[in-house]
């Protein structure tokens, strides 16, 4: 499910917020090397809004339908601020979608105790082909640990999915997130999930 609603940082470029993700790559996991690459709303909105139409990925991010919702969720994450998405390419190929966020700027900081810098990921992966492989985990561990390993102010990434969306809870878990609380959000029933900095080497 996308973001609750972002909050405008005005005047700030996202990749600033983000040291550059598209800069952080490519790196190896267990089904090969990872990339992020912006989003380029011209280039990448058939496939991403192809995407955004199957079953199993409508049901939760409720961006089905023509070209255009796709579109203005992209162009208002462009602009407003504080969320970059980006396509993950795992050995060259688009598989799936990202949304890397500021959690301590977006709404969501109301509902969860936000630390400064605190980087917070959606997730989308693309196929019935792909899904259910167990990517998923290998790819939010490597993507959290990108983020660790890139931005030296962050203690803490973290994701907030849908509680009925148990795969991709179990995803997280895999991953080495804890599950922190449930939290009640305008549009969803969510979990709190979080990869600690200082617990890397344990979970």
């Not at 991010?61 to 203005?72: A, D, N, Q």
């Not at 709404?107 to 899904?131: C, E, F, M, N, Q």
């Not at 179990?170 to 999930?193: I, M």
């Amino acid at each position: 499910m996308p973001p609750i609603g972002p909050l405008a940082v005005a005047g700030t470029a996202p990749a600033a917020l983000f040291d550059r993700p598209g800069d952080w790559g490519p790196t190896p996991t267990p089904a090969g090397a990872f990339r992020l690459v912006p989003v380029q709303v011209d280039r990448d909105l058939s496939r991403i809004g192809r995407w955004m139409n199957e079953p199993a990925v409508a049901a939760f991010w409720e961006l089905s339908g023509p070209r255009t919702v796709t579109e203005r969720h992209l162009r208002a994450q462009l602009t407003e601020g504080h969320c970059l998405p980006c396509l993950g390419l795992l050995e060259g190929a688009p598989m799936s979608y990202w949304e890397i966020y500021r959690a301590d700027l977006d709404p969501l900081a109301r509902h969860y105790p936000a630390r400064p810098h605190d980087i917070g990921i959606h997730l989308l992966i693309a196929g019935p082909d792909t899904r259910g492989r167990g990517l998923g985990g290998l790819l939010l561990r490597a993507v959290a640990d990108l983020v660790l390993d890139s931005r030296p102010a962050c203690s803490r990434v973290v994701a907030e999915p849908d509680l009925r969306n148990t795969p991709s809870i179990a995803a997280f878990l895999r991953a080495g997130f804890r599950f922190c609380a449930e939290l009640d959000l305008p549009a969803k029933r969510a979990g709190l999930l979080v990869r600690d900095r200082h617990l890397r080497g344990v979970l």
